[in-house]
């Protein structure tokens, strides 16, 4: 199966082209994802066609992930292929898989974290909000804690990436309950009138 794997929840967007599960090409793009990522694929990859793409949604950057998937949509409607949502965290699980409990935090904004556990490289605890004071008693329950932010209190950083991602796919089945949208698990707040 030929792979397109788009990972925009962080301000590095990735992209990788691969045939099941082994790397064929991979990049980063520059600019916004809906402004060069098929103008960057065309030159990449002149003849392409994918079987699936696959999208991360994140936790992360909720313009940049809807941007990927805007894009992963209308190349899918003329490749004729299923988009499909992923765990950006799975990239980043794929960087540690020995860790007997990784922690993945990230900035949720509003004074909240989100929080993703991980048992040797498997999801064990899907991704949850938290209030940030909660971080320290969070942070006990981890072999080791990574974040993509700069978040204080985690020194080690971890970005996730299209390759880790399409490499993650060996080991961790994609979610048929997952929703192709950004995570985000709190409601939207109202604006006042």
Known sequence: ?????????????????????????????????????????????????????????????????????????????AWSCPVVPIRSTHAIARQFPDITVLGIFSDARRGDIFATYYENGKLSRATSVHPMSELPTLLSRCTLAVTPDALAGIPKNAQPSAPHLLASLAGCPLEPELALAPLHLRPAVTPPR
Do not use: C, K, Y
């Open 1 to 77: 199966m030929l792979r397109l794997v788009l990972e925009a929840s962080t301000p590095t967007v990735t992209w990788a082209w691969g045939q099941d599960h082994q790397l064929l090409q991979s990049g980063t793009l520059p600019g916004t994802v809906a402004a060069s990522l098929i103008p960057t694929l065309q030159n990449s990859l002149p003849n392409a066609r994918a079987d699936q793409i696959v999208v991360g949604v994140g936790p992360g950057s909720f313009s940049g992930i809807r941007a990927a998937i805007a894009s992963a949509l209308g190349m899918a409607a």
